[in-house]
């Protein structure tokens, strides 16, 4: 019976350092961590070899949040990541059994969550850590300045570069990735609007990490904002595809968002009306119905205005998807207090438009195209208790020096050049004119001297 017995044993023992390396083999790698700093959020991206099984769970005194990644190696530093400037510490791990354990040690509380993320065209797995600062590092509702000149507020457009951090957007020809195309345009136009006098802009974000769609409306929101203005561009499976577009709300995604509101209103911080806002959470319901309905349809009209205005700017030097503004239920559009637009800058999956849109110079004639529809809008028709419409309610100078001026029955554009001091030909080029015919009402951009 021994001999049996010996061969069962060895037989046995096999099986056990077979089972063991298969085990060992199919234990996942994390091969590759990645952080993405925001103002007010952490993100780490650990790279998978396939996807894990994970937990999440925090532990004080002191504060550490800690990540149970199930038959799983780490194959990657976590030394050198650019964390200085974060809540986290340090990172430490150990093995636990056929798993890993990965610590955060902290420097602030944070609110953390983790999930998991699908390959993509550029990335495999991957397990997503996002460190929120919470209320130490909320956005306050900001104080809007004002021109010295007047004491009336500045006018405030909320540019949103699309994208960012983990999620690059569409890449293109060569490797050009939208989050990076957007982010210059969006740093251009804010440049443009800065410079003149009675306007500010602000970015939802300043660098290369990611923001929520819902997170930027709110960044919106608190920051008193006058227009959002978010830019992206467009990708399509077929190369052929291009042209630039300009999408404001359907009324479809309105409707959506308003029941929205409704529905969370008693448990919500959000207001209506930008600035000087509305609470909803005192209100009934047919009130803050009419109220929610009043500003939406005001927010949508002026959104109309706007964005027909730039779209008819990039139409006179790129090719537009469609001849008219364009409608969907894109989430960052649904503010329904302050008017917003999307902007698809062009196909970035089509070579040409492409090749276009990673150049600073076509990044800047985007810009312009975009700025001066947003200045033309609200010289038109400037927000209330703003130093614009002060300016032009008194015809006082505004922006850079210029002033506004209403042409009136008999007037000419020679006329009006010669006596305000100006050339005809810097008269013509300050409000885009290609000839010398003007209308009776119409507002002209008048030079400084």
Same mark, same amino acid.
Request: net charge positive.
């Given at each position: 019976?021994?001999?049996?017995?010996?061969?069962?044993?060895?037989?046995?023992?096999?099986?056990?350092?077979?089972?063991?390396?298969?085990?060992?083999?199919?234990?996942?790698?994390?091969?590759?961590?990645?952080?993405?700093?925001?103002?007010?959020?952490?993100?780490?991206?650990?790279?998978?070899?396939?996807?894990? &099984?994970?937990?999440?769970?925090?532990?004080?005194?002191?504060?550490?949040?800690?990540?149970?990644? &199930?038959?799983?190696?780490?194959?990657?530093?976590?030394?050198?990541?650019?964390?200085?400037? %974060?809540?986290?510490? $340090?990172?430490?791990?150990?093995?636990?059994?056929?798993?890993? +354990?990965?610590?955060?040690?902290?420097?602030?509380?944070?609110?953390?969550?983790?999930?998991?993320?699908?390959? /993509? $065209?550029?990335?495999?797995?991957?397990? =997503? !850590?996002?460190?929120?600062?919470?209320?130490?590092?909320?956005?306050?509702?900001?104080?809007?300045?004002?021109?010295?000149?007047?004491?009336?507020? *500045?006018?405030?457009?909320?540019?949103?570069?699309?994208?960012?951090? $983990?999620?690059?957007?569409?890449?293109?020809?060569?490797?050009?990735? $939208?989050?990076?195309?957007?982010?210059?345009?969006?740093?251009?136009?804010?440049?443009?609007?800065?410079?003149?006098?009675?306007?500010?802009?602000?970015?939802?974000?300043?660098?290369?990490?990611?923001? %929520?769609?819902?997170?930027?409306?709110?960044?919106?929101?608190?920051?008193?904002?006058?227009?959002?203005?978010?830019?992206?561009?467009?990708?399509?499976?077929?190369?052929?595809?291009?042209?630039?577009?300009?999408?404001?709300?359907?009324?479809?995604?309105?409707?959506?968002?308003?029941?929205?509101?409704?529905?969370?209103?008693?448990?919500?911080?959000?207001?209506?009306?930008?600035?000087?806002?509305?609470?909803?959470?005192?209100?009934d319901d047919v009130l803050a119905s009419v109220l929610l309905d009043m500003s939406m349809n005001a927010s949508r009209k002026?959104?109309?205005?706007?964005?027909?205005?730039? #779209?008819?700017?990039? *139409?006179?030097?790129?090719?537009? #998807?469609?001849?008219?503004?364009?409608?969907?239920?894109?989430?960052?559009?649904?503010?329904?207090?302050?008017?917003?637009?999307?902007?698809?800058?062009?196909?970035?999956? /089509?070579?040409? &438009?492409?090749?276009?849109?990673?150049? %600073?110079?076509?990044?800047?004639?985007?810009?312009?195209? !975009?700025?001066?529809?947003?200045?033309? #809008?609200?010289? &038109?028709?400037?927000?209330?208790?703003?130093?614009?419409?002060?300016?032009?309610?008194?015809?006082?100078?505004?922006?850079?020096?210029?002033?506004?001026?209403?042409?009136?029955?008999?007037?000419?554009?020679?006329?009006?050049?010669?006596? /305000?001091?100006?050339?005809?030909? =810097?008269?013509?080029?300050?409000?885009?004119?290609?000839?010398? +015919?003007?209308?009776?009402?119409?507002?002209?951009?008048?030079?400084?001297?």
């Open positions: 019976m021994w001999g049996p017995m010996k061969t069962f044993g060895q037989l046995l023992g096999a099986a056990l350092l077979c089972l063991t390396a298969m085990t060992l083999q199919a234990a996942e790698e994390i091969r590759n961590v990645r952080a993405w700093l925001a103002p007010d959020n952490t993100r780490l991206v650990f790279d998978l070899s396939g996807p894990v &099984e994970h937990k999440l769970f925090t532990l004080s005194n002191p504060d550490r949040v800690v990540i149970d990644v &199930e038959q799983a190696q780490l194959k990657a530093s976590l030394t050198n990541l650019g964390l200085d400037k %974060s809540p986290v510490g $340090e990172i430490r791990h150990s093995t636990r059994g056929d798993g890993l +354990r990965i610590v955060l040690d902290l420097k602030q509380k944070v609110r953390p969550k983790s999930f998991d993320l699908k390959p /993509n $065209e550029q990335y495999g797995h991957r397990l =997503v !850590v996002d460190l929120d600062m919470g209320e130490q590092a909320m956005v306050t509702k900001t104080v809007v300045p004002v021109p010295g000149v007047s004491g009336k507020r *500045d006018i405030v457009v909320m540019i949103d570069a699309g994208h960012g951090g $983990e999620d690059p957007g569409a890449i293109g020809p060569g490797g050009v990735r $939208e989050k990076d195309v957007v982010l210059a345009i969006a740093k251009k136009i804010k440049q443009l609007i800065d410079a003149r006098t009675g306007y500010r802009a602000v970015l939802t974000r300043t660098g290369d990490y990611y923001i %929520s769609l819902r997170g930027r409306t709110t960044k919106a929101r608190q920051g008193n904002a006058d227009l959002f203005v978010s830019i992206h561009a467009d990708a399509f499976k077929d190369a052929r595809a291009r042209g630039a577009s300009v999408w404001v709300l359907s009324g479809r995604g309105a409707s959506s968002e308003m029941g929205r509101w409704l529905a969370r209103r008693e448990n919500s911080a959000d207001l209506i009306g930008g600035v000087g806002s509305l609470s909803l959470d005192d209100k002026d959104s109309h205005q706007v964005a027909s205005r730039i #779209h008819g700017n990039m *139409d006179s030097f790129a090719h537009m #998807h469609k001849k008219h503004v364009e409608q969907a239920g894109f989430v960052v559009l649904k503010s329904p207090d302050i008017p917003s637009i999307l902007v698809e800058t062009g196909f970035i999956s /089509n070579p040409g &438009e492409a090749r276009k849109l990673r150049t %600073s110079s076509y990044q800047r004639q985007m810009a312009e195209a !975009v700025y001066r529809g947003i200045i033309d #809008h609200f010289q &038109e028709k400037p927000p209330a208790a703003t130093y614009i419409a002060w300016a032009k309610q008194s015809g006082n100078m505004v922006a850079g020096g210029e002033k506004m001026y209403r042409v009136v029955s008999g007037d000419t554009l020679s006329v009006i050049a010669q006596r /305000n001091g100006v050339s005809l030909q =810097v008269l013509r080029r300050a409000n885009k004119l290609n000839g010398d +015919r003007i209308r009776v009402g119409q507002m002209l951009r008048i030079p400084a001297g």
